[in-house]
């Protein structure tokens, strides 16, 4: 976007819902960014993208990004109508203004009794209560249509990059294979039966604590958990990350902006109960609360790239799905470690940011001597904000296959604009959009599981990989010797006495 105009639409003491700014896409474009009326505390801000000139018409649109996501020609129509309906506003605000004018000058110059004899003083007072009549039925008019537009808008993904192969997962393309598939001489169990017999993980007899899907870690287990961290977090801190701590709570525009809708998504989302706390949910990612730090802020260019890192306990309602209903794969909460930068402008800065984060996740692995794979995700798997993403896979051989364990994406200016992430030039201290890129730097109960898959012996204990070692300080987790938790509830076969 013209760097001027910019700072004037900024510094201009405009209202957000009434400021509209042209600027140029990463890829060169001209676009319109079109805020929609207010929606009280869930949406502040309410920016939407929208291509002019160039938008993409039913079944096209950007290498199947748009198809998959939402059809584009209802957000076409709704934008057309309300550029008219806005028009049709302006006209008439304009015409009022003029008479307001005529009327004013009418009274200056002629006492009160001839100016209400004087026909033209009449014709004027009467073509204002149409005007008015007129603007009455259309205002509400335009909200329903900023509404209607907006929430649509939502719905439209980031551009993508020209090399993702077009279609669903299965269309997954294959970059590297680290490591080779460990060998047992006897048939691996999954990583549940295995922490159960070391007492490690408990997730059984759980419905009347904390419900489906939670889980306890005990002992080495719990330990693994911070091992994980504090491994992750030293190895990236080291690299020059800054550590970052969030809030697990946030406000509904933090998460559209980062593309991601509570409302819409109750079944992976947690919202807070609106009678007590409004506009509340938990976060699924440190993702969110990151974006929300920068959200309303410009960073100093001599400062790009920016890189953080955080560790944070996540919330996913994963209610939508009956796959792995047991086991640590699919959970409400988890620790996650994550990586989180702002670049500035050009694709060639958050493109370079982003294989620099697939590299760090590539090494955290191997340190921790799994066998992995590296996929580039394909359109119908990279969501809203994604101009690029890449996923990585470890063996779980209790489970017979890859499963994922880390994601990470180029959101180039997606979620920048939506939150009005901005960074100040050097030569004329000149605001512009930055690009945002974030990846997971540790899922922890997932690498758990490729962890106590892989490194099973046939006796039931757990090899610990040397980079883990200190701070376990064994190499080796072996059964417990203490007494396991002897269920004594109601839902058994024989109760046990109870004391009188």
């Known amino acids: 976007m013209a760097a001027a105009e910019a700072g004037e639409g900024l510094n201009s003491g405009q209202p957000w819902a009434q400021r509209t700014i042209r600027s140029s896409s990463a890829e060169g474009g001209s676009a319109e960014w079109l805020p929609g009326a207010k929606r009280g505390l869930s949406s502040p801000h309410r920016w939407s993208r929208w291509p002019v000139g160039r938008a993409p018409a039913d079944g096209a649109g950007d290498s199947g990004h748009f198809t998959s996501l939402a059809p584009v020609s209802p957000q076409i129509s709704t934008w057309q109508e309300l550029r008219q309906l806005r028009a049709q506003i302006q006209s008439l ?101 295995i922490a159960e017999k070391l007492d490690i993980i408990r997730q059984k007899r759980l419905s009347h604590v904390s419900g489906h899907r939670s889980y306890y870690l005990r002992g080495a287990g719990a330990l693994l958990q911070h091992g994980l961290v504090n491994f992750t977090l030293n190895k990236l801190v080291r690299r ?63 400062d ?42 050009g694709l060639e800065q958050s493109s370079q940011l982003l294989e620099e984060f697939l590299s760090l996740q590539m090494e955290i692995l191997t340190e921790l001597g799994l066998h992995f794979r590296v996929l580039d995700m394909p359109t119908q798997e990279l969501g809203l904000p994604a101009y690029r993403k890449f996923d990585i896979e470890a063996w779980m051989p209790g489970r017979g296959r890859f499963g994922e364990v880390t994601s990470a994406s180029n959101c180039t200016d997606f979620q920048s604009r939506r939150l009005h992430i901005m960074f100040q030039t050097e030569e004329a201290g000149e605001l512009r959009f930055a690009h945002t890129v974030n990846a997971t730097a540790c899922a922890v109960p997932r690498v758990l599981i490729a962890l106590l898959e892989s490194n099973q012996q046939e006796d039931g204990s757990v090899l610990v990989p040397p980079a883990l070692q200190p701070y376990l300080g064994t190499d080796r987790i072996t059964a417990p010797t203490h007494v396991p938790l002897r269920y004594i509830g109601p839902n058994q076969p024989q109760k046990p006495r109870l004391p009188a």
Not at 154 to 159: H, K
Not at 280 to 293: I, P
């Open 93 to 193: 605000e304009e015409e009022k203004g003029a008479v307001a004018e005529a009327v004013r000058a009418l009274l200056v110059n002629q006492d009160n009794s001839q100016v209400q004899q004087n026909p033209h003083y009449q014709r004027l007072r009467a073509r204002g209560r149409e005007i008015r009549k007129e603007l009455a039925l259309l205002y509400p008019r335009e909200a329903q249509l900023e509404e209607r537009f907006y929430l649509r808008a939502l719905r439209l993904p980031n551009r993508t990059h020209p090399d993702v192969p077009v279609g669903d997962e299965s269309q997954a393309r294959v970059l590297h294979v680290v490591g080779d598939k460990p060998a047992f001489s006897f048939q691996p169990r999954g990583h549940l039966e």
């Open 304 to 345: 790009l790239p920016i890189r953080m890192v955080c560790s944070s306990t996540c919330y996913r309602a994963e209610t939508d799905t009956g796959k792995e209903p047991w086991g640590l794969y699919r959970v409400h909460h988890f620790t996650k470690v994550e990586m989180f930068g702002v670049t500035g402008p």
């Open 240 to 302: 020059g990350f800054t550590p970052m701590t969030v809030p697990d709570l946030l406000r509904g525009a933090v998460f559209e902006g980062c593309g991601m809708t509570p409302n819409a998504s109750p079944s992976q989302i947690y919202n807070i109960d609106p009678s007590r706390f409004e506009d509340l949910s938990l976060a699924g990612t440190a993702e969110v609360g990151l974006a929300g730090y920068f959200m309303d802020h410009s960073v100093a260019f001599r």
